[in-house]
């Protein structure tokens, strides 16, 4: 704790020294100021305020950048702005602008200048510490290699102790973000040994894992994909609301499609899973995702496989319109960035447009013949719209054959919109033609059936003059008739 002090002071007067040093005017404030301060850390980190230091700060400080080139006129701009935050934010600020995670994300190039001034010193070396945060600087400002170094060493030096901010963290993601899968998990693995409880690193392990399970020799792959499955399911212990719930119901979801009809337990838990994602995170694309997935992995294996390639078998209507309701939800909003989940927008895309093809054609039945096509606008924007995101994406989330698929399954809808416009304006075609016809069907009708009432009229009329002759008396007596 000593140390951490003497190095937290220390830094903060060199940050004050880095951030004073781009205006003459307050160069002589902020040379006071790292004096000060130093002269308060008097054990092994005031040798870094030596005079040979000392003075190679004052070389910066009463540097003149108003004549300088524009790239000393942006650090002249960017120390202004540092000096606004140091006056609004006073002594807090500025340690917080070097040590943590907050440091790391906003820390500017003068501060991480002084930092790699004092690197290479034997102190600096020696110190986890000094080691995490530098290393942090150097992942803020996209020093991925030089980062990945220093905050090895940290984690060296200090392999059970806490570090300053997320260095373990840091290090992971960086690692991932070279698709060193394995190096990752070993780092969230050791960092998970000093902070048990957070739910982040659990998510992390659990992605490293499966993505090195993925890549891995084929008899490896069920373990790796357990393992992360297990630490998914570690991080929504710790947080009901994480993300990491969405892959943890993906990963129950493979799971009973691959066992089919014994997976019953895994398929109950896959949307059971999903359905807790929905309700702790109502506003996530991944959530109302897995939703749609487990429940069309539910119905597909109850009713016996409904291969992706073959739309055409059509669900019940009402577990359809349950995974186009999810689906339709997920799209409308932004899609993860999760490399498991890189093809999701894909996928959820090109599933709501099957969806809602077969959906047109079902409807359809009852009333055959009076579709314009327009009924297929909604599943061919779907579609489309998984196109170009399958073009766009890098061959590592979504292989060329993918993308082939995606355009197939466009052109198959477009050809049955195609035939539903052809039906109906052949149908508006013949619609007058047929009324004609039976318009002078029914005239024809009601002519024979008037000459025919008009024959029955005159023949009765002749029977009765036959009968009663032709008037007079033979009628009768009008009084007798009343």
Known sequence: KVEQLELDLALYGMVVASSFKMTRRRGDGGMEAWITVSKKAPGRWSSLATPASM???????????????????????????????????????????????????????????????????????????????????????????????????????????????????????????KHRWKEAGRVYQAALKVSPGDSELYYGLGRALRL?????PSGKIKVGVDAAGRAWKAATELDPSHQARDLLALHLNEI?????????????????????????????????????????????VKGGGLPPENPEQSLPGKERRAVIKSLRKAVSYPPPLAAELAHAAVDAYLTLGQMLAIEVKDSLKIVRGI??????????????????????????????EEKMRVGRELDRVKGEAKMMMEHRREFER??????????????????????????????????????YGSGGDDWGDDEDDE
């Not at 935050?85 to 943590?100: D, Y």
């Not at 090195?212 to 891995?216: I, L, V, Y």
């Not at 924007?381 to 766009?392: F, G, H, S």
Request: proline share 2%; charged share 30%; hydrophobic share 40%.
């Open 55 to 177: 003075q190679r700060y004052k070389g910066l400080l009463t540097r003149d950048f108003s004549r300088g080139t524009e790239e000393h006129e942006d650090e002249e701009a960017k120390g202004r702005e540092s000096i606004e935050g140091l006056n609004a934010a006073q002594t807090t600020a500025l340690k917080k602008a070097i040590l943590g995670t907050r440091a790391a994300k906003g820390m500017s190039r003068s501060e991480l200048l002084v930092l790699r001034q004092h690197a290479d010193e034997p102190e600096a070396k020696r110190s986890a510490s000094f080691q995490a945060i530098y290393g942090l600087g150097l992942a803020a400002n996209g020093k991925k290699a030089a980062a990945i170094k220093a905050l090895s060493a940290a984690t060296s030096l200090a392999p059970n102790a806490k570090l300053p901010g997320n260095s373990r963290e840091v290090l992971a993601q960086l690692h991932m973000q």
């Open 430 to 467: 013949s619609v007058p033609e047929r009324g004609a016809a039976a318009q002078r069907a029914r005239d024809a009708e009601i002519e024979k059936n008037e000459t025919a009432e008009a024959a029955e009229d005159q023949d009765a009329f002749v029977d009765v003059r036959r009968t």
């Open 256 to 300: 009973s499609e691959h066992a089919g009809a014994q997976g019953a337990e895994s398929r109950r838990e896959a949307l059971r899973q999903a359905r807790l994602a929905v309700r702790h995170r109502p506003d996530s694309f991944g959530a109302h995702y897995v939703l749609a997935k487990a429940t069309l992995g539910d119905v597909r």
């Open 371 to 400: 579709a314009t096509g327009k009924e297929y606008d909604e599943a061919l924007a779907a579609l489309e719209k998984a196109r170009e995101l399958a073009n766009e994406a890098p061959s590592a989330h979504f292989s060329a």
């Open 212 to 216: 090195e399970a993925n890549g891995g």
